[in-house]
């Protein structure tokens, strides 16, 4: 299993928390992550998601659906960079959004890398791998 551990503080931080409003995805990615021997904790909205983050110091990664009800991912990746809470946590965006210029739209909005939709395994793993 791969770790993340906060210098300052030592803390392990060794889950990956899901982000989308669709459960059937968050069903597939939590199964897929928990198979690779990641710990996973999810939730179905980005207000949620904020939550989660500032109550759990176990956090190492982020995957964040972009287009959610209510907050979508880019109004939360912005919360979460004002934040000087969590300046480093590494946030991958996960969209159906693969037109020409979205990548560049999701790290310009503060993601540290991009996954489309419908995901293929062997490079979200990638792209897991290269944040944790």
Same mark, same amino acid.
């Given at each position: 299993?791969?770790?993340?551990?906060d210098?300052?503080s030592m803390?392990? +931080?060794?889950l990956?928390l899901?982000?989308?409003? *669709?459960?059937?995805?968050?069903f597939?990615?939590?199964?897929?992550?928990?198979?690779?021997?990641y710990?996973?904790?999810?939730?179905?909205g980005a207000r949620?998601a904020?939550?989660?983050?500032?109550?759990n110091?176990q956090?190492g990664?982020v995957?964040?659906?972009?287009?959610?009800p *209510?907050m979508?991912?880019?109004?939360?990746?912005?919360?979460?960079?004002q934040?000087?809470k969590y300046p480093?946590?590494p946030?991958?965006?996960v969209?159906a959004?693969?037109?020409?210029?979205?990548r560049? +739209?999701?790290?310009?909005?503060?993601a540290?890398?991009?996954?489309?939709?419908?995901i293929?395994?062997d490079?979200l793993?990638?792209?897991?791998? +290269?944040?944790v």
């Amino acid at each position: 299993m791969n770790l993340k551990f906060d210098v300052l503080s030592m803390e392990i +931080k060794n889950l990956i928390l899901i982000v989308d409003d *669709d459960a059937r995805n968050i069903f597939a990615l939590e199964l897929t992550l928990k198979a690779k021997g990641y710990k996973v904790v999810t939730c179905q909205g980005a207000r949620e998601a904020l939550e989660l983050l500032r109550c759990n110091k176990q956090i190492g990664l982020v995957l964040m659906d972009m287009m959610m009800p *209510d907050m979508d991912g880019y109004e939360a990746l912005n919360v979460i960079r004002q934040d000087d809470k969590y300046p480093d946590i590494p946030i991958i965006a996960v969209t159906a959004q693969a037109m020409s210029g979205d990548r560049e +739209k999701c790290i310009d909005s503060g993601a540290n890398d991009y996954v489309s939709k419908p995901i293929q395994v062997d490079i979200l793993m990638d792209v897991i791998k +290269k944040w944790v």
